[in-house]
């Protein structure tokens, strides 16, 4: 849908401007934008008046719906500011799903690990970013209920996993549970790997669009 502007638009040019026939569509269409608007006049007579343009957190959460494919429902801050950290926090981006989380809770945004893989996943899916970089070892542990990160070695991680496999075969007649609580309390926690997120060569231009109006939409928010 092209940008409009703050001016009068007879019907037949809005349509051909935004892709949709009749008051109804055309009306859902500019509430979908977020525009302000006004019309007067009945059939191919009637005159629409744009009165206020969307905002850049409207203009966000347009480009996701309408050409990116995310869902109405979708919670567009948490998603902003989740391509935000991704794209412009290399502190952030090259972290495991689980360790995105306590780092954007550090930073005052609440989000689950869930939330941000299934964002993670849906940007790979749009081929703006993909799991091809080096692994990110690290182990998860409760201390109080509370459960924290640790960055491990690739070493550590074959070490605790290697144990875990050994126990196993050295007691068949026991389940997994003994195994995982052994190797837990032998290396201080689960291990686990992600691969680090890059950015892909494809869709430069749908890229450069989306983290534009994120840059946009987040500076709106700081200026109030």
């Given at each position: 849908?092209?940008?409009?502007?703050?001016?009068?638009?007879?019907?037949?040019?809005?349509?051909?401007?935004?892709?949709?026939?009749?008051?109804?569509a055309?009306?859902?269409?500019?509430?979908?934008?977020?525009?302000?608007?006004?019309?007067?006049?009945?059939?191919?007579?009637?005159?629409?008046?744009?009165?206020?343009?969307?905002?850049?957190?409207?203009?966000?959460?347009?480009?996701?719906?309408?050409?990116?494919?995310?869902?109405?429902?979708?919670?567009?801050?948490?998603?902003?500011?989740?391509?935000?950290?991704?794209?412009?926090?290399?502190?952030?981006?090259?972290?495991?799903?689980?360790?995105?989380?306590?780092?954007?809770?550090?930073e005052?945004?609440?989000?689950?690990?869930?939330?941000?893989?299934?964002?993670?996943?849906?940007?790979e899916?749009?081929?703006?970013?993909?799991?091809?970089?080096?692994?990110?070892?690290?182990?998860v542990?409760?201390?109080?209920?509370?459960?924290?990160?640790?960055?491990?070695t690739?070493e550590?991680?074959?070490?605790?996993?290697?144990?875990?496999?050994?126990?196993?075969?050295?007691?068949?007649?026991?389940?997994?549970?003994?195994?995982?609580?052994?190797?837990?309390?032998?290396?201080?926690?689960?291990?686990?790997?992600?691969?680090?997120?890059?950015?892909?060569?494809f869709?430069?231009?749908?890229l450069?669009?989306?983290?534009?109006?994120?840059?946009?939409?987040?500076?709106?928010?700081?200026?109030?």
């Open positions: 849908m092209e940008q409009l502007n703050l001016q009068d638009y007879p019907l037949g040019v809005l349509e051909n401007l935004i892709g949709s026939r009749g008051k109804l055309i009306d859902r269409k500019l509430e979908a934008y977020g525009y302000g608007f006004t019309s007067a006049g009945r059939g191919k007579t009637r005159i629409y008046t744009i009165t206020s343009l969307p905002n850049a957190q409207a203009r966000f959460r347009s480009y996701c719906v309408f050409s990116l494919g995310f869902a109405p429902q979708t919670d567009f801050v948490k998603l902003r500011d989740f391509i935000f950290y991704l794209a412009f926090d290399l502190d952030f981006s090259g972290k495991p799903d689980e360790m995105m989380e306590e780092y954007l809770r550090e005052g945004h609440g989000m689950s690990s869930k939330t941000i893989g299934n964002y993670r996943r849906k940007l899916e749009l081929e703006f970013f993909a799991p091809m970089g080096d692994f990110v070892y690290y182990r542990k409760k201390n109080y209920g509370v459960q924290e990160h640790e960055i491990i690739a550590e991680y074959n070490m605790a996993w290697k144990y875990y496999f050994e126990w196993r075969a050295a007691h068949p007649d026991e389940d997994s549970r003994p195994a995982y609580t052994h190797m837990y309390n032998k290396f201080g926690g689960v291990p686990r790997k992600q691969r680090k997120l890059v950015k892909f060569a869709r430069v231009e749908q450069n669009t989306l983290l534009d109006l994120v840059s946009n939409a987040v500076m709106e928010e700081l200026n109030g």
